[in-house]
């Protein structure tokens, strides 16, 4: 089965600076990759995805990458401030989202004021 | 707005008790995903179901079933409750089709003494 990856488990970044987490999948044939944001005490939300035909997303402040030729994609977030202090969690589906995702281990990300 | 609801916010139980947990969503979702989730192992699929009155094992069944006698209602049930399920449970439902989001619950927290 799928086996997701995710670097580094936690990060602590300066406000205003950017972060950059990591992920890599396992199986080839894996063509949607969602990440999402799980704020304390709160449930997990999709903040932004990307589809296998597509090399980079962006949405305001965050952006995905994929390489499917290396089986990785990451999420960058630029101009970091307090509310983006959270757990981000990457993951990758074989049917287009349409079914199960795998999850990555998950990022504890920390703003710095 | 989605909401997808789980029947208590933390829950005690002894070992070897039988422990239901529920999930009811209100969006007519076809598909619904129980996760447990624990520090430095992510979200982690024990079952997931796609219609009523059927269930497919995810990643960690052990230990575990699940019922889903309605569309909105989807039940994880622990036979025989030991230490090793403390945990946080948590459900998620979505739509059948192409690149759909998945709606967490509030999540269970289990402890088992």
């Known amino acids: 089965g799928e086996n997701v990856e995710q670097h580094p488990s936690t990060l602590s970044v300066q406000e205003g600076d950017s972060a950059v987490i990591k992920c890599t999948y396992s199986?080839?044939?894996?063509?949607?990759f969602p990440w999402y944001k799980q704020e304390l005490g709160k449930r997990p939300q999709l903040i932004i995805d990307i589809r296998s035909n597509v090399g980079e997303k962006k949405d305001q402040r965050i952006a995905v990458t994929l390489n499917k030729t290396a089986k990785h994609f990451s999420l960058h977030i630029t101009e970091t401030q307090p509310e983006d202090s959270a757990v981000y969690f990457c993951a990758a589906s074989t049917n287009f989202g349409n079914e199960k995702l795998t999850f990555g281990t998950g990022t504890r990300l920390t703003i710095i004021p | 707005d989605v909401k997808v609801t789980q029947s208590s916010r933390y829950l005690v139980k002894r070992t070897g008790e039988k422990v239901f947990l529920e999930c009811v969503q209100d969006m007519d979702h076809e598909n619904m995903f129980w996760y447990r989730q624990d520090p430095g192992l992510g979200l982690r699929l024990i079952y997931f179901?796609?219609?009523?009155?059927?269930?497919e094992k995810g990643d960690i069944p052990e230990g575990y079933s699940v019922s889903r006698e309605k569309k909105e209602r989807f039940s994880l049930i622990l036979e025989s409750a030991s230490t090793n399920q403390t945990s946080m449970y948590l459900c998620?439902?979505?739509?059948?089709?192409?690149?759909?989001?998945?709606?967490f619950g509030p999540g269970t927290r289990l402890t088992v003494l």
């Open positions: 199986d080839s044939a894996s063509n949607y």
């Open positions: 179901s796609y219609d009523v009155k059927m269930k």
């Open positions: 998620a439902s979505s739509q059948t089709r192409l690149y759909n989001e998945q709606f």
